[in-house]
């Protein structure tokens, strides 16, 4: 009989033992999914919208790609008004530029002590000028950050395939990294066609795009020229932002922020599919960036005036960049004048217009949730977090539970035309799959399926009427945490 008591305080005390363990485990949060973004990583994902400024020679000239023999007399923008560069681009949404400091051509948009090819020669401001110093300065004010693109080839220099002319490409990012206050971005471009003037020579020179410009050396020499904040390199490589993989300002459906960099480099052939999806078992977080013009070129052309996107094809865009969880950087090149081009500045308008219509009234806002299960039933996994306006805080499941359905009661019917949604990458890129239904004519109706979630994904679903919608998360890599749901 004592025997038998103590065998049942034993399983009693294991019992507890076993509950307790569980629910201290499920009360901290799920363990993180490697890799997970770094805090300028995830500061870069929250800006969402990006601006790239093309502006050199080549607006005067009329190219794309300068061959680097422009004098630098022919830069002479005459009504140059940086303020309204940024009044525009802060007015649209835009959290940051990214200027080309430097093109291919090689002509500086800042007086280098380097080089002769710059503004410095040219009759802007009589040689007192530096546009380098006015955008950052304005993008500042404007409380937008600053970023810039300093072209690795450089068809000007006559060093260019030496490794002399790897000391100048450091010379120049230092006088970058000093003069001009924090670069939130930096922009390495893999572009490198072959031919150019370089000092003379009128000539091809080939370069080995996998050795030649040793980013490793580079990229830590600037780190250490700007420990803080963090400054994210952009290439097709990484090491922090990937390229998309194309300029037509699409990201894939199905994208992945992670992905494998050790056998890539900028410039690669044959790997454009691969940048636009990232790799689901990636070991390293380097989200996409979706670059695209605005205009059919990079440069200002007058013959494009009439080019200009419309705000429905922004509109597109958007849902193709950010509404499948990436940064859009839109390019919107200055004209000959100096100014953004009253078209562009109208397309720009309009667009913002459309974004706030649409985005405007989040039907979700502090709607009940149902979840078919949450994390140990802790109030602070419970699935109104998806609905209450705080991206800090989530709902997520019990470990090992990689799926969940979550039941949103909109209240009265109401129309809805898109879904936004996001996972909380802070702790890792986990959804593979979900699929978004609506109650209708009393049974539910499916009205999306997709695969990736991220930062951000945008469903156009409508218009469809319904007073209830309901998300199923089918496969994630780990217990799925989803931070916001909001309905329009
Ligand atoms: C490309 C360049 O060759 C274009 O001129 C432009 O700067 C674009 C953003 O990147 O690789």
Known sequence: MKNIHLILTLLLIQTIFISCGSEVNEIAPPEP???????????????????????????FTNKEWGYGDESPSIFNPTELDVDQWMTTLKEAGFKGVILTAKHHDGFCLWPSEYTEHDVANSPYKNGNGDIVKEVSEAAREHGLKFGVY??????????????SYIDYYRNQLEEIFTDYGPVFEMWFDGANGGDGY??????????????????????????ELQPEPKVLFFSDAGPDIRWVGNEHGVVAETNW?????????????????????????????????VDVSIRPGWFYHPEEDDEVKSPEKLFEIYMTSVGRGSTLLLNIPPDRRGLLHENDVAA??????????????????????????????????????????????????????????????????????YVVLQEYIRLGQRIRSFSVDVWQ?????NIAEATTMGYKRILDVGPVTTNRIRININDSKASPIVSNVEVY
Not at 33 to 59: C, G, K, R, Y
Not at 207 to 212: E, G, K, S, V
Request: a negative charge; zero cysteines.
């Open 348 to 417: 720009l308008k309009e667009w913002r217009t459309m974004l706030d219509e649409t985005f405007s009234t989040n039907i979700a806002a502090g709607a009940e949730v149902t979840a078919d299960s949450y994390r140990g039933e802790f109030d602070i996994y419970h699935p109104n977090h998806i609905t209450d306006d705080d991206h800090e805080t989530y709902w997520t499941t019990g470990n090992g539970i990689p799926t969940g359905v979550l039941e949103i009661d909109l209240g009265d019917e109401k129309e809805i035309s």
């Open 150 to 163: 300093l072209s690795p080839w450089d068809r000007n220099h006559a060093d260019y395939g030496d490794p």
């Open 33 to 59: 999914v490697m890799p997970i973004p770094s805090a300028a990583q995830m500061d870069w994902h929250e800006m969402e919208m990006i601006a790239f400024l093309h502006f050199t020679t080549n607006t």
């Open 257 to 289: 922020n992670t992905i494998n960099n050790d056998t890539l480099y900028a410039g690669q052939a044959g790997i454009n599919d691969l940048l636009a999806t990232g790799s689901e078992d990636g070991t390293k977080w380097i989200p996409a960036e």
């Open 198 to 223: 370089y000092g003379g020579a009128n000539e091809t020179r080939t370069i080995d795009r996998q050795t030649y410009y040793d980013w490793p050396t580079t990229i830590d020499f600037v780190r």
């Open 441 to 445: 004519n009393d049974e539910w109706q």
